[in-house]
């Protein structure tokens, strides 16, 4: 981590001490007594070994973070730090790091020259985007209180801060269909049609296995499904209009998360997914790495001019027919309204997600 340059200053204690012994030297002045002298003395020697000391209780820490590559915005998260001191003998303590996305600030009483201590920070990022890790302010009171030093440490690592994903009504994913609510199966109770048979391998819904084959060859046999047209679903995300105000800002913040939402809950539930946005298309598939594609594609999503394009935007884009279109606008005053030449609307995200 990159080092801001450091910073001294006294504690309301130490300012305390300080005029405690500016006192006591103007007693020893007026009187001319020895004693006073020597307290004044000790007091003074005191605060200058505690500056010195001070001064260099935080320059000889070094700080490592380890984050995962990727998070959810306004969900706190989990990351290392290693934090180690550097000098070959001795200590240093009362240390504080404290930063404007720590959920609260973290001590650590003593830290050692040969004992590197590791911490578990938890810290949450609010703004989707690819952001820098949260810069950490890390200060020292070591050895009397009398002063404290701090820095700022700067990490050039980045991490990928996704749209958060919310809960969705239940009675809106039961009943997805070409009207803009949730799709339904035509075929089965899964809307998902028997493929072919093979061997489980870690990951798969442990549903689907074949427990009477299992038991007549002694491994677990996989039932492959295959989806039915009614399990593959496009989300269609209308960016259309910048956002002019807070309330606007939010309101399109929101919709990204109703297509995270959707997007994941949808890719759990074995459906093949595609994404589309006037500037952007994601094809039709399923699993993690869709998720992820989907989500990092959110991640990045901005705002498109009005006059850039027209209602009917997305007709060239959605190539297969018989996948059920979910429309979703930034737009909130599009939300609910039936799209032009469709049966579908515009979902509503204060309809679809629980805000919980």
Known sequence: ????????????????????????????????????????????????????????????????????????RKESFAYQATLEYSRKRGATGSIKLESESFDHPYAIDTLSADTPIQTRMYATMNQRGVHKLPSIKISSSYPFGLFTQHTTLEDENTILVYPRVYPLAKSIMRELDDNGHTPKSSNNNDGIEFYSLREYIPGDDIRRISWKISARIGNLIIRELEPSTTRMVILILDTRGIPKTQEETEQFEQVIDLGASLAVYLLDQQFSVGFVTPNSSIALSKGRHQSTQILEELTIL???????????????????????????????????????????????????????
Not at 337 to 343: K, T, V
């Open 302 to 356: 901005s705002p498109s001019a009005n006059e850039e394009y027209d209602d009917n935007w997305y007709v060239e884009k959605v190539h297969n027919s018989e996948a059920i279109k979910v429309h979703l606008a930034t737009d909130s005053t599009r939300w609910g309204m039936e799209i032009p030449q469709s049966r579908t609307r515009t979902l509503d995200p204060t309809e679809v997600m629980h805000h919980g």
């Open 1 to 72: 981590m990159n080092t801001q340059r450091y910073k001294i200053r006294p504690t309301l204690r130490g300012l305390y001490f300080i005029l405690f012994a500016s006192l006591l030297l103007m007693a020893a002045f007026n009187t001319g007594e020895n004693l006073f002298y020597l307290s004044t003395y000790a007091l003074f020697a005191v605060i200058l070994v505690g500056f010195w000391t001070t001064r260099k209780s935080v320059r000889n820490i070094n700080i490592q973070c380890t984050s995962p590559e990727a998070v959810h």
